[in-house]
């Protein structure tokens, strides 16, 4: 009696076993996908904030940035115009005009220009002389303090380099191209092309360089981007639909930069998030493989524990199989008979197996995941579907472990155990 | 009811083939109670398992009630066994984790039949077990089981009962008591076959057999 009972038990204990690391490994795979999606929903939640955060700078940063546009003839070569530091092109006057007229609100000022690197006779040094007419400002918008002093007719401003090596002064008077100018202002030493640089009224330049009615440049300054990054390529296109004879160059601003840095920021937390998503799923497929691989084998060692027992325990009742057999029970009755008990145990030992499963896999999440707050309780990771599996897949192990030793002692001739003792 | 005709059985031992039959040819009618003796060894569990449908024979043909049960499939020979015949062994061969009434109540579980209960209550009562119903094998006397077992042999209502020294186990009182049941099922129209070597048993039967070495001698 107790010993039936025992391999009952020890039965009933293979199949939980058996059971328990099936719901184990699932439940541990349920539970790190849970936590991968609960890693990767912080992670993309922090970066949404933070992508707003930023989109809120650059909103705010660009409601007041202004960049400065130049405007230049189309046949311009733009390398010639860096390689040589001045445009050699040309374009009517008159575009300044029609520019100002157009209604583009976002350009504040227009600034053309007509610049030559040219001999200075008289001084015998090369400069870069600009004709500028101070700027025109957009009709549209209020006007408001010059931008760029003008520079009166009659008068040349100075750029560092030559007002200094040639010892000249606001107020002296000095002769270019064989016309005197008074010295307007002498600019301090900026360290670049402007310091040896002349400005004269653009009227006068056109006359002295024999260029009447042209300009090379207009230079638009503070046009006003209203915190989209797209308006300034906006802009530039609608710069280039009235002035069809022009391309357009952003100069010295950094709001392409801004906008690119921002940009990259979001990429990056981005590939953060997809980072991390790499990482927990190869994670998942490290465990899946020991799943795979432990679960099989567990099952396996199960079945052959049952199996045994089931050889034991039809071998102890191999004259009650002879008994039967006399009293006329049927070779298949008999089996049923056995294998309903494996059945019972399967069942027994899936439905307590679903639960050490359960408390299992939890407790391996809980071992091997950092930050397992919030986890879900075994009554929540329990679900009708896994109840199916444990209710078929345990009976079925059972049986099937338990049908060779049933099937082997059936099959003996119960004459020969009933003709010993 | 049985007829043995001409049956032969030969074991493959392991030392060599053993003839534990020799055409042997018998016959048990209802209301016979036929007794085989013999010393230990000459065959008498092997003609009682031959006849019993459990035993091929080597040579020869087994009649039970018109037909070979060595004919027909395994299944519809332990149908046979489980309509027509009752088992009685020397060693009483109860299962140990069933209580009286439901050794009693096991062929009716091989061949389901109306009434089992009351007619396994009847047994229970005619054979004097009423107050042992309950309990298991282990909890009873030698000879309480030995009824236990005649009663589970009687359960179907057999129309024959195959006994291997039934009393072998039992003092003369219990041996007695097992016999007069077995002499009252004949005279209610039953059959009898039993194999001993107890010449004092066989003195309850309507008929007696000698063995020898596996052959009938008058
Ligand atoms: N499976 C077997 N293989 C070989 N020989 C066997 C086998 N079973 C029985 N025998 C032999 O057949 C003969 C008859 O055996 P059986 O069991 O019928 O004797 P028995 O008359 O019932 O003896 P006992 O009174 O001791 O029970 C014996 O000599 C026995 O050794
Ligand atoms: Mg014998």
């Known amino acids: ?421 | 009811m049985v007829e043995f005709k001409n049956i032969t059985k030969i074991y493959d031992g392991p030392e060599g083939k053993v003839t534990a039959l020799d055409k042997v040819s018998l016959s048990v009618q209802p209301g016979e109670f036929l007794a085989v003796c013999g010393p230990s060894g000459c065959g008498k569990t092997t003609l009682l398992l031959t006849a019993g449908g459990l035993l091929r024979p080597s040579k020869g043909q087994l009649n039970l009630d018109g037909s070979d049960p060595y004919g027909v499939s395994p299944e519809m020979r332990s149908k046979i066994r489980a309509r027509m015949i009752g088992f009685v062994f020397q060693q009483f061969h109860l299962i140990p984790y069933l209580t009286v009434r439901q050794n009693i109540l096991a062929p009716s579980l091989a061949l389901p039949t109306k009434k089992a209960g009351q007619r396994a209550q009847e047994l229970i009562s005619s054979f004097g077990l009423d107050d042992r119903a309950g309990h298991v094998p282990a909890q009873i006397s030698t000879g309480q089981k030995q009824r236990t077992a005649l009663a589970r042999a009687l359960l179907n209502k057999p129309k024959i009962i195959l006994a291997d020294e039934p009393t072998g186990n039992l003092d003369e009182g219990n041996a007695n008591t097992v016999l007069s049941y077995l002499s009252q099922y004949v005279a209610e129209g039953g059959c009898v076959l039993l194999v001993t070597h107890d010449v004092r048993t066989a003195a309850h039967a309507t008929r007696t057999l000698e063995m020898s070495r596996g052959q009938l001698v008058e």
């Open chain 1, 1 to 421: 009696m107790l010993h039936r009972w025992r391999g009952f038990a020890l039965g009933i204990f293979a199949v939980i076993i058996a059971v328990g690391s099936l719901t184990g490994a699932m439940t541990l795979l349920k539970l790190h996908d849970l936590q991968t999606q609960k890693i990767l929903n912080e992670k993309e939640e922090e970066t949404e904030k933070k992508m707003a955060v930023l989109k809120d700078e650059m909103r705010k940063a660009t409601l007041k940035l202004k960049f400065n546009l130049l405007i230049l003839p189309k046949q311009q070569n733009i390398r010639d115009l860096h390689m040589k530091g001045y445009p050699s092109e040309y374009m009517p006057e008159e575009y300044v005009t029609r520019l100002a007229n157009s209604g583009i609100i976002v350009v504040r000022h227009f600034l053309p220009s007509l610049q030559q690197r040219i001999k200075w006779p008289e001084k015998n040094r090369t400069i870069t002389l600009i004709g500028t007419r101070g700027e025109v400002p957009n009709l549209h918008k209020d006007p408001r303090r010059p931008l760029v002093q003008p520079v009166p007719p009659g008068t040349i401003v100075l750029g560092y380099g030559l007002h200094h090596s040639l010892g000249l002064h606001n107020g002296d008077k000095v002769k270019l191209l064989g016309r005197e100018f008074t010295v307007h202002k002498c600019h301090e030493e900026r360290g670049s092309k402007d310091d040896y640089t002349a400005w004269i009224h653009l009227s006068q330049a056109q006359e002295l360089l024999d260029k009447e009615g042209h300009i090379n440049a207009i230079l638009a300054l503070e046009c006003i981007c209203q915190g989209v990054e797209g308006l300034l390529m906006k802009v530039r296109e609608e710069i280039k639909q009235i002035l069809p004879g022009t391309q357009v160059i952003e100069m010295g601003t950094k709001a392409i930069a801004r906008a690119e840095a921002r940009a990259k920021v979001g990429q990056e937390a981005k590939s953060a998030v997809e980072r991390e998503r790499r990482h927990r799923t190869k994670m998942r497929s490290e465990r899946e493989f020991f799943a795979a691989v432990l679960v099989p084998l567990v099952m396996v060692a199960c079945a052959v524990w049952i199996g045994l027992l089931a050889f034991n325990n039809v071998r102890d009742r191999k004259v009650e199989i002879g008994i039967q057999r006399a009293i006329g029970f049927r070779a298949g009755q008999i089996m049923f008979l056995f294998l309903s008990k494996f059945l019972i145990m399967g069942l027994l030992g899936g439905l307590l197996g679903i639960f050490t499963g359960l408390g299992l896999g939890r407790w391996l999440a809980l071992v091997l995941e950092d930050d397992m707050e919030g986890i879900a309780t075994a009554g929540e990771l329990f679900n009708p579907g896994l109840l199916l599996l444990c209710l078929i897949t345990a009976p079925m192990l059972a049986v099937i472990s338990g049908w060779l030793p049933t099937m082997f002692a059936i099959r003996q001739d119960p004459a020969d155990v009933l003709r010993e003792v």
